[in-house]
């Protein structure tokens, strides 16, 4: 798939990977209800056994042998080097980086600010995050839809715009100690909805011109985004539930970054045209 399908293709993509966050809270706390926190664990395992077992039983190889990369590990230090030289790869992935980063605080830092902070019950917690994750999933849809009229750039900057708009909620609630619902609420709102809308076209932009090492490249951003992930969870919580600085800091320096990150790599389309057709 390349250009509009590649973009629709990823966004469909999220969209599916959305419906964990709608679902896992509901599950955890019915499994938690039943058999303690230990149930959780269980269920978890249980889960990815079963997604192994499908992916080797029902999901064949989809790219033709003649098109493999040969040469073993041996070839990826070259797959990286060529993605590197895209100046379209920078423009995907620092943006999916900085940006995931703001998105993921919510989610590291929601059960601490939702339940030890607002006082929420686990049960409303679970409704409150599942909400979110329906918000996502019907975003991602609408950049499915959108990516047929749209640029993938043009989607991307809507996508920025109401992860800025959450990460401006969070930092007034953050920084100005305003801890009201009705102001974190929407800001976690935003932040969970413009993963829908950025991570699609930043992927896209991303692999654009990379066709023959675009595995790599996913790969790439895809393990560097979840690294970046796992440094942002325990900076969020530093303050735990009632202090939200951290949590301001980390989305609104995400989002920032993401700006300047898309900004400044942001190739000129006919460039973007030029990589496509060499590879």
């Known amino acids: 798939a ?3 399908e590649l973009t629709r293709g990823f966004a469909l993509l999220g969209t599916l990977m959305a419906v964990g966050p709608v679902v896992a809270p509901v599950a955890g706390v019915l499994l938690m209800a039943l058999w303690g926190w230990r149930g959780i664990f269980v269920g978890v395992a249980i889960v990815a056994a079963l997604t192994f077992i499908a992916l080797i039983v029902a999901v ?3 790219l033709p042998a003649e098109r493999w990369v040969r040469g073993g590990l041996r070839a990826v230090p070259r797959s990286v080097a060529t993605a590197a030289r895209s100046r379209a790869f920078w423009c995907g992935a620092v943006t999916v980086w900085a940006a995931f980063a703001a998105s993921f605080g919510y989610i590291a830092a929601a059960s601490h600010v939702l339940q030890t902070g607002l006082g929420f ?17 019907l975003s991602g849809l609408v950049t499915a839809r959108l990516s047929g009229r749209w640029s993938d750039h043009r989607i991307l900057g809507l996508g920025l715009s109401v992860l800025s708009i959450g990460a401006i909620l969070v930092a007034i609630a953050g920084f100005g100690g305003v801890r009201l619902v009705w102001l974190i609420l929407p800001g976690f709102f935003c932040l969970a909805v413009a993963c829908g809308l950025y991570i ?24 560097i985004q979840f690294v970046v992930a796992g440094i942002v969870a325990p900076l969020v919580v530093l303050g735990g539930g009632s202090d939200l600085v951290p949590l301001a800091a980390v989305v609104v320096l995400g989002t920032v970054v993401a700006w300047a990150g898309w900004l ?3 190739p000129a389309p006919q460039q973007i045209i030029t990589e496509s057709t060499r590879s």
């Open 60 to 62: 064949p190889e989809s």
């Open 264 to 266: 400044l790599f942001r």
């Open 121 to 137: 019950s686990p049960a409303g917690f679970a409704i409150t995050f599942a909400v979110n994750g329906v918000g996502l999933i």
């Open 2 to 4: 390349v250009g509009r």
């Open 200 to 223: 699609g076209p930043a992927l896209a932009v991303a692999v654009q011109g990379l066709r023959a090492v675009a595995g790599t490249a996913l790969a790439l951003v895809g393990a």
